[in-house]
Structure formats: C-alpha cells, structure tokens
C-alpha cells in the first residue's frame, strides 16, 4: 500500500529518534531500513553509501540477504543503483529484471522482488549514497510515493553526514587553483572576482518542530515572491523593456502555479521545514525534467529553479540579490543557468564576464551578452560547485579557458594580454568619429549587426555607419510567448527612433536550426541547419511572417524601410516571399493606414544554389547580403558549429575567395548594391582580402568596427586588388600565408 500523507511524518520523527539514540553505526542503519520498509510497506529496503569516488557499498539492508552487507560493491554507472548514482535521479520500474541497465547479483538474494524504486542520497548536491525499496508484486510505485522517499533521502543524507557515515568526493581547499574549459560563446577575456549569481541557499533544518508555523512561514514567502515578481514587471527601467518583459510575464505565470503552491504545503504537512518542503519540491522537479531533450520542458525547468532558489532567500532572510549588492568593479559572475532579464539586472559599467555551467551558442542570455560585449563562456561543468564570492578569476573567452584562483605566472602572462588588448581599444575609440575612408579616398560603408535595443544603442559608440543586419527573430527567442504585432511594432519603432536618421535593415524571423522557440514546436530533425527553417519555415506558416510583416510596415510609417529575406534558395522562394509582402502592403494601403514612404527589398545570399540565379534574381531585388557564415558552411559541407569540422576548412583559400569574387562581380553588372555581412567581415585580415576583391560594404559586429575601420584606413584600394588577384592566380598558393605578406609590404594595419 502506498504511503500515507501521515506516514512520513511518523517516519521522521521515528529516523530523528533512532539517530538521538546513539548506538554504533551499522545497528543505527539497521534500525533505519527496517523503519523505512515498514512505513512503505515495501519487502526490501537498502542503503548504499559511495566509498571514494567510484564504489558503491551495500552498508543497511532489510529484505535482502543480510551476508551481502559489506560485500556487494557496485561502480558507479553500474546497475540500477549505479544508474541512480551516476545521474542523481530517481529510478521507478514496474519489473526491474527487464531494465537494460540491471545487474543480477546472486549473493543478495533480490531475483524474487520485481517492482524498484531508488533515489539519489545527497549532500552539498553531491551524491552520496542511494535508498532502494523493493517488492514482490509487479507495479510502479506512484509519484507521491517517489517524492515520499526523496524527502526520507534529504533527512537520512543530514543524519549520516552528521555521524560521518555518509563519504561525499574530497574536496579541493578552496583557495586551490583549478582550471575548467568550456566554450566560448562571446569573444574576449575577463580578470576579476568571481560573484556568484543568487548563490545556491543550503537547507539545514530539515525535520520541523511546528508544522503550523512553518504553513505560515512558507505562505508568507510565496506572497513576497509574487510581489516582487510583480514590482520587476512594473519597472521602467530598460532591463525590463521591449522584449524582456514577455520573460518576466512568464516568470509571473510560474510563480501564481497553483500546483506549485500545494506541492509544498503537501511537503510541510508530512513534517518538513518551509525550506525543506521547497528543496523537495525542486528536486521532484528536477528528477522527472533534468533529462529531458525537449527544449521547452528543460526551459521550465531552470525557471522552476530559479523561483525556488528565489524562494530560499526569502525564506532564509536573504533575499537580496547579487545584483542589488554592492558589486566589485571586477564582477565576474558564475552560475549554473541564467535567463536573458537577469544578466541586465545587473550594473553593466563592472560586469567584466560571465561564466555558466550550461548554455550554448543559441542560449536567450548569451545572445544578451553578446550585444553588451561581455566575454561569455558556456558549457564550464563543475565550476559552478567549487566557485566562491571573492575568487579571482580568469576567464579566456578566445582559448574556451577558465582559471580560478589562477597562479602568479598564469596571472602575469594575461596581465601582459589584457595591457595590450586595452592599447588596443583604446586606439580603436580614436576611430571613432572618423569616415571608413582609404588612403586613396575609397569610402567605404561599415555598418554593425544588431538583434536587440541595447545593441541600438551603442551604434554612436561603436563608430557604424547604419544598422546593416538587425535580427528581428532575438525578440522572439527572449519570449515566453509568442510577440504580438503591436510588440513587434513597438519595438521596431524604438528601433528606428534610436538611430535617428540612419538606415536599419531588418532581416526577418531565421528559426529554426540552433535558434529554438520554445513555444513553436517543430519537429526533431537529423541535421536542423540544412532543415526547416527562415523562409522555408515562413512560407509553410505565411501567419508568423505576415504579423511580422504587418509590424514592420507600420513602425516604418513615413520612413524607408530596408527588408530582407534570409536563406533564400530558389527564384520561386523569394517571389513567394515577396508576394506575401505585397499582401501587407495592400491590407495597409485597404485599412488607410499610412505606409513606409519607401520600400527596399533584398535577399541574404546564404544557400550557394543561389549563386547561378543571380543573373534572374538580380533585377527583381534593390541590394544582396552576403551571410557569410551559413554561406561557407554551406559551401564546404562543414558543420560550423562542430569542433571537429568548424575550422577544418579555411574561409580565405581559393575556392570561397573565387565565388565571392563571382557574386560581387555578378552584382557590379546588375548596378546592386552587395554587402557582406557575418564573421567573415569581421576579422581585419578576411576584411582585408574582400576589400581586395572589391567589396566596398561591410556589416559586422559591433566590436569588430574598430578593429576592421583601422584597417581600411591603412589600405591602398587599388594596390591591395592587384596584389590580391596575383595571389589567387598563384597554384597551390597559401592565401592566408599571401595576405598576410601583402598585409606588411604595404603597411596595412591588422
């Protein structure tokens, strides 16, 4: 029979009675097991306790051969128990024999139990044990049931590591150097103090001595929750403008779920603290959602997450956040996850860098933080367990390196980088005011890629010329929801009013691939960067870019407004594209509303089929971005995202320097304007070597204007095209070795 809501109270005081007894350790664990079988109802329960780093040491049993305690070891990974180890979740099986992870261990006598359920003993979110029920008949254990046994876990985990019976992984000091690497999801290096964000609140009282009192304590920290959840949404502040307030919408939403609400009065009822019920709650959560692939499911989770921890620190009369403390000038932070809204919670003017345990190139917060320039790394596992508030910290964006508590020489040797980088910006800032003009008067036009309003506002900093590339589609991916037209609008308006009288270029939505919407399922695809998405997914779903459309229009009014298509593969792909607009402008034109005083439309050059239709696509369109990045991952069938093919292929070799050259000359023929837009532009060298083949516009990231404006101030135009055109006529040449030696016989500034 499953056990009752009463019954673990009864267990907890009956455990916390056991271990006040006192008595040597195998009769405490004796007494144990026999309890907790006996409250569950259940034929067998044991106790397995880690013993160094990889075993796993049957110590407590009640049902199993008593001859096996102290004799049966499991690694960790192996069997059922090993499995429940090794990923610090639960386990629940109906008939255990039939697992593929199980392992017949004849000396413990358990052939005759079928139903199984184990979970993880932790302490300090190690693991340090697993507690395994079993019984004869065939059936899953409910989910009251599992979260029943969680909550015997936590107390046993406190008891054991009180009395030294449970072992968790030694320790490095923390004042110990230890290096991590991850990957680099925003160029640069960082040196400072590590500031943990919202550091993880440990739960020490587990068993409550008023369940009354702690009913309340936890009622009342759900009312303040909610309060500030609902005074951020309040703020004007430009954190939570435009398209961070969707985020917090959500967070709202979570924060109101009922279900959450009566889950940890549940908790508290079986015996629990307030703090305790929370961290139950938040590891059932964390067990049935930690493994899944589901993007949207895994998203829930870490928001599940954070309210909980957010919870924690009222509860525990710390509910100030990291970022309303007084942060060091040097803050880098860490964190296991963070959600875009949070990272510009903080003050911008001392966040030197930002460091967590997951995240990738697509994560909603590295995409904030690559708009505000902040060396971001992803992917650093285990830092976020031995980080401390004070550390010092380097973090090296560029080798994918993090060096905590990092030795005199490390020290000195990135001083020595961090002097030079900031020579370096400094004479880029120089630049700023002045045209991107060659020595022999070539102007030419550097724009800067954008996707979210901090990014606009930093384009009178930055030294750009025009917005060439805004992505409209990092509104989208910051949401919870999907943006309505007038969300759109309003911030393609603000978008328009922070440039003055610049001209923006939006490209409209490209998801799909690596950019997920979490609340646009779409199917499980094989190779997603070559699959449906941009415009393919737009045409077969002509409502999501007809709203965006619609909004683009309308925030143009009386404006020009510059529109492109992305990863447009066939003639037949654009006029669909191109029709659908017409729709737009017709319904505007029908309703009376005043339009865009003008209209361009182009295409990005993304998919190399399209290359042989230019001479056909050409006249139909008013200017070509070259996106070079799908482009020439495209071209050399070269996942840019995999380490092992991203940089196996040389983007300044012949072949792609040969069809560039094909596409700007094609261009040239047909009087339209060509950009080149993406990494390829942003590097002064790959710069350098485009100038030679005669492009003359570049949109790149903001902070590559400098680098690359510095550049083309030291080129000679039409020296730089002979020399370019001899070294690709060259056989067998090394380009980038010929650049290079162009570079310094003609003075030209790298």
Known sequence: MPLTL?????????????????????????????????????????????????????????????????????????GLVGDIAQHARPLNLSNAAAHPRFVYRPETGEENYKSFVGVPVLSGGNVTGVLVVQNVTQRSFVDEEVEALQTVAMVLSEMLTASGEAQAEPALPPEAARQFSGIGLTDGMAMGHIVLHEPRIEVTKLISDDPDEEMRRLEAAIYDLRRNVDRMLATDDVSHAGEHLAVLEAYRMFANDRGWLRRMQDAVRTGLTAEAAVESVNNAMRARLGGERDIYLRQRLHDFEDLSNRLLRILSGRAQLASEDKLPRDAVLVARTMGPAELLDYDRRKLRGLILEEGAMGAHVAIVARALNVPMMGSVRGIA????????????????????????????AYSNRARLRARRLKRYARLRGLPAVTRDGVRIRLDMNAGLLVDVE?????????????????????????????EQQAVYERVLKDV????????????????????????QEENPAMGWRAMRMALDRPGLIRYQLRALLRASAGRELSIMFPLITTLAEFE???????????????????????????????????????????????????????????????DRGNPMTGTRYDML???????????????????????????????????????????????????????VKRMLRSAHTQRLETAVREALDKPAADIRAELENIANRQGIKL
């Open 500 to 523: 003055g009288g610049r001209q923006v270029v939006f490209r409209t939505l490209d998801i799909g691939g690596d950019k997920v919407l979490p609340y646009l399922r779409s199917n």
């Open 6 to 78: 009463e019954g673990p109270r009864i267990l907890l005081r009956r455990l916390r009675q056991v271990m006040a007894d006192g008595g040597d350790r195998q009769t405490r664990l004796d007494k144990i097991v026999e309890l907790i079988a006996a409250s569950m109802n259940a034929a067998v329960c044991s106790v397995y306790l880690k013993r160094g780093r990889e075993a796993l040491e049957l110590c407590a049993t009640e049902g199993l051969n008593p001859d096996a305690v102290h004799q049966t070891v499991l690694r960790v990974g192996e």
């Open 458 to 486: 930093r384009i009178d900093e930055s030294g750009a010329d025009n917005i060439g590339l805004f992505r409209t589609e990092l509104q989208f991916m910051v949401a919870a929801r999907l943006p309505r037209v007038n």
């Open 385 to 412: 367990d031995i980080a401390r508030d004070g550390q010092e910290v380097i973090l090296d964006a560029d080798q994918a390196e993090v060096h905590v508590n990092p030795p005199a020489d490390i020290v000195d």
């Open 653 to 707: 070799s012949v072949a792609p320097l040969r069809m560039l050259d094909h596409v700007r000359d094609i261009c040239e023929r047909h009087d339209v304007p060509v950009s080149l837009c993406g990494e390829m532009g942003g590097k002064p060298l790959q710069a350098m070597a485009l100038l030679g083949l005669g492009f003359r516009r570049f949109s790149v990231p903001s902070a590559a204007i400098g680098p």
């Open 576 to 638: 669909a594209s191109r029709e659908l607009l017409d729709l737009e402008v017709a319904r505007l034109a029908k309703f009376g509303r005043p339009g865009p005083a003008r209209i361009k439309v182009g295409t990005m050059l993304e998919v190399p089929a399209l290359v042989w239709q230019l001479d056909q696509l050409l006249p139909r369109i008013d200017f070509l971005s070259v996106g070079t990045n799908d482009l020439m991952q495209f071209f050399f069938a070269a």
